[in-house]
């Protein structure tokens, strides 16, 4: 019976312990390079470059300041596709406090059917990459006239030189 017992215990750590130490000692190995690349003040330099590194890919997806009345232009030009009439639109332009970024607020009210109206939108958010549509309010002066009045809002993204 002791033979067995033996045999028993033995198994047992062979099959489920030995591999739980070997993990322990693999977790300890992480553990200690963790710990000397935290105390290496180089690392740091790079975590800072890297981060740089991946502000200005971010950048880089916006298109330059100096380009804005080309994207206006698409815009108008989504307008014009659909025969849409542009009542006197409102544009500010704000700039981010830190970082590159420059914001166009573009308020447009638009006359034209429900369906030329919808299909502007989706021309302007296809065409223009850097456009976020913000807002949009529908009016009718009569409930059977089919012109409707909307005050569509968009905001460009572009990044300073």
Do not use: C
């Not at 003040?41 to 971010?58: F, S």
């Not at 804005?68 to 409102?90: C, H, N, R, S, Y």
């Not at 447009?108 to 913000?134: C, E, N, W």
């Not at 002066?141 to 909307?150: F, G, V």
């Amino acid at each position: 019976m002791g033979l067995v017992l033996l045999a028993a215990t033995l198994i047992f750590d062979l099959a489920l312990l030995e591999p739980s130490y070997a993990r322990i000692d693999t977790l300890h190995e992480e553990i200690a390079q963790a710990e000397a690349q935290a105390k290496h003040p180089a690392r740091v330099a790079d975590r800072a470059t890297l981060a740089e590194q991946q502000l200005n890919h971010y950048y880089s997806y916006f298109p330059p300041q100096n380009s804005a009345p080309d994207w206006l232009g698409k815009i108008f030009q989504a307008a014009d596709t659909q025969t849409l009439q542009l009542v006197q639109g409102e544009y500010r332009v704000k700039r981010t406090e830190t970082g590159k970024l420059v914001h166009y607020h573009i308020a447009m009210p638009v006359k034209g059917t429900y369906t030329q109206i919808r299909h502007f939108i989706a021309a302007v958010l296809a065409s223009v990459p850097a456009v976020s549509l913000d807002h949009v309010s529908f009016e009718r002066q009569k409930i059977e006239d089919p012109i409707l009045t909307a005050k569509v809002t968009f905001t460009l993204y572009m990044v300073t030189s």
